[in-house]
């Protein structure tokens, strides 16, 4: 079987988004399917076999991104879709529009992923309008692209609530991203913390992801200058890249942890993502309009217990309560989580043996199957 994935992004652009679509490459390939992806071109891409790049332009204010020429991205995914048997769409822009138009034009099945929760994003971006119009505005864009294709993918359980009181008519199937093998092998906290002047003793407490306002690293920064009343010498990594670092750091400072935060920008994904996991003694979360939440599952395949608050995609993965801890959804109780979770030692063990445990049970090969069976299906 043959499928064309087509995308607004993909790497060397990190985010959620690319690491979906890469992680379920490579893992259909085990599954006889084969996946072909149409992607912008970002001057610097590096290799990558079965990846057609588009001419694209840069976006102004934005250096992470690129904006796709529409006409080359039309006409790539209705060359590149001949021969496929299911157009799979990743990103709710140009590439949307693009690869619903081949597919439909070819008489070929469409489907897509629903990454990004756009009614809690907008109004960090266009703050000038009011929230409640932005709101209104995202789902009827959501209602109506969801309802333009065959099936929609979604990450988690609220995901797909969430679509279905947009009223989404369409069928919704919850598959979010898997873990590869890769994510298991174990990272080399000691090497980390020796190469970034880290002493063994110092607690390190690590966020990764995207550096927004929206992933509401603010609250992590309150909380963790509060918990330091009780472990002062607390040491705070911000892994990632984003609009929000400079506000951030500017905040860190503001609440005396200048010296005890640290941004490092993107790390690269296969050499040095496993060793800052394995460094850290625990992995905070706090976004309240994650999708899925694949950074704690990273994290948890590295033995690192997560503290985190259940909301939206998050909740999948921490309400069974197996390798992490809930938080309260408000800085003094989450601050109070964090530092009881600190001071015992035998429940940070027993948490990150049972993380690593846990997250294996989301497998990348056990979700790519699911993926292949539904491609298998609309292509009937």
């Known amino acids: 079987m043959r499928v064309l994935m087509v995308s607004d992004v993909y790497f060397p652009r990190i985010n959620g988004v690319s690491t979906s679509i890469e992680t379920f490459r490579s893992a259909l390939a085990e599954h006889d399917v084969r996946v072909d992806l149409v992607a912008p071109d970002y001057g610097d891409n590096g290799p990558a076999r079965g990846v057609v790049r588009v001419p694209a332009r840069r976006i102004p204010h934005d250096p992470e991104d690129r904006l796709a020429h529409y006409g080359a991205l039309r006409q790539t995914c209705l060359e590149t879709a001949k021969d496929c048997d299911v157009v799979h769409i990743q990103t709710p822009f140009a590439a949307h529009y693009a690869g619903l138009q081949a597919a439909r034009?070819?008489?070929?099945?469409?489907?897509a992923s629903y990454h990004t929760l756009f009614e809690e994003?907008?109004?960090h971006y266009i703050p000038w309008l009011p929230a409640g119009l932005l709101r209104g505005l995202a789902r009827r864009f959501s209602r109506r692209q969801c309802n333009a294709l065959d099936a929609v993918i979604v990450p988690s359980t609220a995901m797909r609530d969430r679509l279905r009181r947009y009223g989404v008519k369409r069928p919704l199937c919850v598959l979010p991203t898997g873990l590869p093998a890769a994510?298991?092998?174990?990272?080399?906290?000691?090497?980390?913390?020796t190469e970034h002047g880290i002493p063994p003793d110092v607690p390190v407490l690590l966020f990764v992801g995207r550096v927004a306002h929206?992933?509401?690293?603010g609250f992590l920064l309150e909380a963790v200058a509060l918990a330091r009343r009780d472990h002062p010498d607390l040491l705070f990594l911000v892994t990632g890249e984003g609009p929000a670092r400079a506000d951030l750091?500017?905040?860190?400072?503001?609440?005396?942890?200048g010296d005890r935060t640290r941004f490092l920008g993107y790390l690269d994904r296969r050499r040095e993502l496993p060793d800052v996991y394995a460094a850290a003694d625990v992995f905070i979360f706090a976004s309240r309009t994650e999708t899925q939440g694949l950074v704690l599952l990273e994290a948890m395949a590295q033995r690192c217990?997560?503290?985190g608050l259940s909301a939206m995609g998050t909740a999948d993965i921490l309400e069974p309560s197996r390798g992490c801890r809930i938080a309260p959804d408000d800085v003094a109780g989450f601050a109070r989580a964090l530092i009881d979770l600190l001071g015992d030692l035998p429940?940070?063990?027993r948490l990150g043996d049972e993380a690593q445990a846990y997250a294996r049970e989301w497998s990348d090969q056990a979700l790519?199957?699911?993926l292949a069976d539904l491609y298998r299906e609309l292509a009937r």
Do not use: C
């Not at 994510?183 to 913390?193: C, N, P, Q, S």
């Open 368 to 370: 790519a199957r699911r």
């Open 214 to 217: 929206e992933k509401n690293i």
């Open 305 to 307: 217990p997560v503290l």
């Open 347 to 349: 429940a940070r063990a």
């Open 249 to 257: 750091q500017r905040q860190a400072s503001r609440l005396g942890l």
């Open 105 to 111: 034009a070819l008489g070929k099945p469409v489907l």
């Open 183 to 193: 994510a298991f092998e174990a990272g080399d906290g000691a090497r980390f913390r």
């Open 121 to 123: 994003y907008l109004q």
